[in-house]
């Protein structure tokens, strides 16, 4: 009795999908095929290793506030290496999308981790957005204005008052950085499950056919 009630328990249902979809030998494998030395498949990694330089010299940004990285030294050096960690996650995001687009990495059903990375990446662009928004100096000022106008001029000024940086620092630092963290673990754990796509030439054993 007990094995039929535990058969119908949701919990029962999501511990089987994930051992049958991400057993742990996909999930931490210690081998991977020869194609993935390429260069191009350096990029995603490159991409999550300057997204966590963003996240933790973020967190040092938030905790110590807009007066410590304008006139401290320490500050200044923080502020810096969140900013340039920006930089360089982009030119790694947009060198991998359209390396993975140039090698059609839809294939193999792997188009959810496609869509996934793409979600990633418009999330990452209103991030930026907001991050320029809550710098505290002229910049931000300027540009907070400007797109004021914008947003006012298709009705959604309203709702989204890129002035009030109360709600845009509420936006960057805790609401998109969430969703662009979840999206990004979910496109992780899709290209563990369905593997790392080989390039267009060469053959995949899985599905038996070229790709």
């Known amino acids: 009795m007990s094995t039929d ?11 089987k999908s994930w051992q049958k979809n991400l057993p742990v030998e996909k999930l931490l494998p210690d081998t991977q095929p020869a194609y993935v030395a390429s260069w191009i498949y350096l990029f995603g990694v490159a991409t999550l290793a300057a997204l966590a330089l963003i996240i933790a010299s973020g967190l040092v940004l938030s905790f110590e506030g807009a007066s410590w990285y304008h006139f401290s030294r320490v500050g ?3 502020n810096s290496m969140h900013f340039w960690s920006v930089q360089f996650f982009f030119i790694f995001m947009v060198v991998h999308l359209w390396g993975k687009f140039w090698m059609a990495a839809w294939r193999g059903r792997r188009l959810l981790t496609w869509i996934t990375g793409a979600l990633a990446f418009v999330g990452s662009i209103a991030t930026a957005f907001t991050g320029y928004l809550i710098q505290t100096n002229f910049d931000s000022q300027w540009i907070s204005y400007e797109a004021k106008d914008g947003f006012n001029s298709v009705g959604i000024g309203s709702r989204f008052n890129v002035t009030n940086f109360g709600q845009m620092i509420l936006l960057h630092v805790a609401f998109l950085p969430v969703i662009i963290g979840v999206i990004t673990i979910i496109h992780v754990l899709l290209v563990r499950a369905k593997g790392v796509v080989p390039p267009i030439d ?6 038996g056919e070229r790709k």
């Open 5 to 15: 009630v535990e058969k119908e328990m949701w919990t029962s249902k999501l511990r």
């Open 76 to 78: 200044h050096f923080v």
């Open 202 to 207: 060469a053959f995949n054993k899985e599905l």
